[in-house]
């Protein structure tokens, strides 16, 4: 079956304590990026990426890292976390940034 | 600034009744997408379209590109379409990104 599988799915942590929000895709799709979703404000770009090796900024790149070593991979790392991070990310792929998005199902996160 | 607007950001209606949710956008695109996002959060894919006019089931989507719009059309709705639908836009000199419009939320009363 065709998906984008994310983990966790929730988690609560505290601020200042590295997490990883895994991503991974098995359409082999070139395009990946991950969004954060706040309350009134619709999905915002965190990060995307092209190709393996290859990402770049988003809107809202802030306090966020990733990497693409492998094609079906995409992790979001916070490196130290805060409580403004508080959101419901999203992972997406797709086989290029204007073909049909294709959507993980989403990871809560708190930051106490 | 190139912008995605969608109109209403709510709506409310009556099982049965017509629905036509509203996206606008400000530049050249190459592809115009609507998605919807169930209560419970998951995102899917409804339509990505160029041109013209997609149908899949009661849902209808249509664009036109001279005037920078697109609609979103439900026939007869029904309580499981209440959701939040999302309009994007990938435009001519983008960086690799799509424009997303804040969504419109639709609820169906039975």
């Known amino acids: 079956e065709a998906q984008v599988t994310q983990n966790p799915r929730y988690l609560i942590t505290v601020t200042g304590k590295k997490l990883t929000v895994t991503c991974s895709q098995n359409?082999?799709?070139?395009?990946m990026s991950w969004y954060r979703q706040d309350p009134g404000l619709g999905l915002r770009q965190i990060y995307y990426s092209m190709n393996v090796e290859v990402t770049d900024k988003g809107d809202v790149p802030e306090g966020y890292k990733v990497s693409r070593k492998e094609k079906r991979n995409f992790p979001l790392i916070l490196e130290s976390p805060s409580p403004n991070q508080t959101s419901l990310y999203f992972c997406?792929?797709?086989?290029?940034?204007?073909?049909?998005?294709?959507f993980g199902p989403g990871t809560r996160l708190l930051v106490l | 600034k190139n912008e995605v607007e969608q109109s209403p950001q709510n709506l409310t209606a009556q099982e049965g009744e017509f629905i036509t949710i509203n996206c606008s956008y400000s530049?050249?695109?190459?592809?115009l997408h609507w998605l919807q996002q169930h209560p419970g959060g998951g995102i899917v894919s409804l339509f990505m379209l160029s041109s013209g006019k997609k149908k899949h089931g009661r849902l209808i989507a249509t664009i036109n590109i001279q005037e920078k719009h697109s609609s979103l059309h439900i026939t007869a709705s029904h309580p499981r379409d209440s959701a939040v639908y999302i309009c994007a836009v990938s435009w001519v000199d983008s960086n690799y990104q799509l424009i997303w419009g804040a969504g419109t939320k639709l609820i169906i009363k039975p």
């Open positions: 997406a792929s797709s086989l290029w940034y204007q073909e049909t998005q294709y």
């Open positions: 359409m082999n799709h070139e395009y």
């Open positions: 530049v050249g695109i190459s592809a």
